[in-house]
């Protein structure tokens, strides 16, 4: 069976979870002008990002990269990310469990 939600339905500030308590967790992410997320890491995953709408930079590790609505990073929950919108932005993100193959 199909579950579909939009984007816009979806309670919660920062972070909403787009499908609660299924694999792979996928959020979305809202963010203010200026707002950032502390630098935290998400053990044995990884993790896609796609940039809905806005502008962030993204901090993962010691890297930093600028990303614009349409922008999909890759990279390794076990390093320590922090984004930050430089303008209004909706970023979807899938966490996915690092496979052991």
């Known amino acids: 069976m199909t579950t579909i939600h939009t984007l ?6 920062p972070h909403a ?3 609660p308590d299924a694999e792979p967790k996928t ?3 809202t963010l203010s002008a200026g ?6 890491s998400h053990p044995d995953r990884e993790i896609v990002l796609y940039l809905v709408s806005g502008t962030i930079e993204l901090q993962v590790g010691e890297e930093t990269d600028t990303l614009t609505a349409g922008d999909v990073a890759r990279f390794d929950g076990d390093h320590q990310i922090s984004p930050r919108a430089l303008e209004a932005s909706t ?3 899938v966490l996915a469990r690092r496979s052991t193959e």
């Open 17 to 19: 979870r787009v499908f």
């Open 35 to 40: 707002e950032e997320v502390p630098q935290h």
């Open 27 to 29: 959020i979305r992410l």
């Open 91 to 93: 970023a979807l993100l």
């Open 8 to 13: 816009s339905e979806l309670d919660g500030e």
